[in-house]
């Protein structure tokens, strides 16, 4: 019912910046919590940042703390990461995800989401 697409990956120098968008469908958009989470090769898929459903409320993992903010625009039906001071150890696919009634420690983990992206890959070179 829901769908989402990310884009804005790509290959970034390290120390440079990637704006991350996750474009929605669906009209209760609005109403979902959403996640940022990635994937690196061999690793599991890691919680980045979870944002509530009117932008009041955000959480982020260690990994991300301090480097990226999540945002939303509800009246594009869109969903932002912005990265910077990136490093190579970044590199991963990223996902975004919608949960239709996760809360709490709920959306700092995978089982929250019910709703995923395709994912748009980041290539941080050193």
């Given at each position: 019912q829901v769908q989402l697409v990310e884009?804005?990956?790509?290959?970034?120098?390290?120390?440079g910046s990637l704006r991350l968008s996750c474009a929605a469908s669906g009209?209760?958009?609005s109403t979902y919590p959403m996640g940022w989470f990635r994937q690196a090769p061999g690793k599991e898929r890691e919680f980045?940042?979870?944002?509530?459903?009117?932008?009041?409320?955000?959480?982020y993992a260690d990994s991300a703390k301090g480097r990226?903010?999540?945002s939303r625009d509800n009246a594009k039906n869109t969903v932002?990461?912005?990265?910077?001071?990136?490093?190579?150890e970044d590199t991963a696919v990223y996902y975004c995800a919608a949960s239709r009634?996760?809360?709490?420690?709920?959306?700092?983990r995978e089982g929250g989401y019910d709703y995923w992206g395709?994912?748009?890959?980041?290539?941080?070179s050193s």
């Open positions: 884009s804005g990956g790509g290959l970034v120098q390290a120390g009209r209760t958009f980045l940042a979870t944002i509530s459903w009117n932008g009041g409320s955000t959480y990226s903010t999540i932002y990461l912005q990265m910077n001071s990136l490093k190579p009634t996760g809360m709490g420690l709920a959306l700092r395709q994912g748009t890959q980041v290539t941080v």
